[in-house]
């Protein structure tokens, strides 16, 4: 009996290609770590950076690839600045594995660069509600032109404890997809002109979620949090960055006051 090429036969690719489609936004172990991988190099990821800084109209960042996080954005205080710090191993290690779900994540770092200096004050911690602004973008984000996918991104945020900084994981997730519903319906009323729109819809979720946040605050508090992000590496050897790296510039200031005091 002659063997079947599946990878070659049409109809197989065609039927991959659609059960992929379904599974675009399943935000399941199995679905984050065994299907729709990609090869990603160095190259796709300073692409892919320039991509969403475009859709933002905003200026490229200096791009540096370490970081003790999965990935974060660093802006100076006059906000002429901005520094992008990721980590391809540890994005690889928590689910970030293919396009779609790196893009994502680039979009909630520089959404942050988006509404730098804007305040919301709907909670008493104002940190969470920037990182649930953030997470709300990337849900319209992922809606507007094309649909991407994201099962992987709400994955990856559903493991995440709540921080001093951050809010729980499960939540973020929820505003994502909250994002992409609320989204929708701009988009169907024409009311989405720009993509910032969709953060009228910020405080109906902070409000009818207002119960759990305060419950989880309260409790970060009593246990007195204070790590940013639960997947740690080797801490960055701060003195030996460029002079002009910002996060450098502060270690450095603060490293001078603290001699200064002694």
Not at 91 to 114: C, P, Q, W, Y
């Amino acid at each position: 009996m002659e063997e079947i090429n599946r990878n070659s036969d049409p109809q197989y690719e065609d039927m991959q290609r659609w059960f992929a489609y379904l599974r675009r936004h399943n935000a399941n172990i199995f679905d984050v770590f065994f299907e729709d991988k990609e090869n990603i190099s160095d190259e796709d990821i300073v692409a892919i950076i320039e991509d969403v800084t475009k859709f933002f109209r905003l200026p490229v960042p200096v791009i540096q690839d370490k970081c003790e996080t999965i990935a974060k954005i660093m802006t100076s205080k006059e906000g002429t600045e901005c520094e992008l710090y990721y980590d391809w191993k540890l994005m690889e290690k928590a689910g970030i594995n293919n396009v779609d779900t790196l893009r994502l994540s680039f979009v909630h770092e520089l959404a942050h660069e988006t509404l730098f200096q804007k305040r919301f004050l709907l909670f008493e911690n104002e940190l969470w509600v920037q990182e649930l602004a953030a997470d709300m973008i990337v849900g319209a984000f992922s809606i507007i032109g094309s649909d991407v996918a994201t099962g992987k991104y709400k994955y990856v945020l559903a493991q995440l404890p709540a921080s001093i900084t951050h809010p729980d994981g499960k939540l973020r997730a929820a505003i994502v997809e909250f994002g992409r519903d609320f989204a929708a319906k701009l988009k169907q009323e024409q009311k989405l002109n720009d993509i910032k729109d969709v953060l009228t819809g910020l405080p109906a979720f902070v409000y009818s979620h207002y119960k759990e946040l305060q419950e989880a605050w309260d409790m970060v508090r009593l246990e007195d949090v204070d790590k940013e992000e639960p997947i740690v590496e080797t801490p960055i050897d701060y003195e030996s960055l460029p002079d002009t790296n910002l996060l450098k510039q502060y270690y450095m200031k603060h490293k001078k006051d603290k001699e200064d005091e002694i």
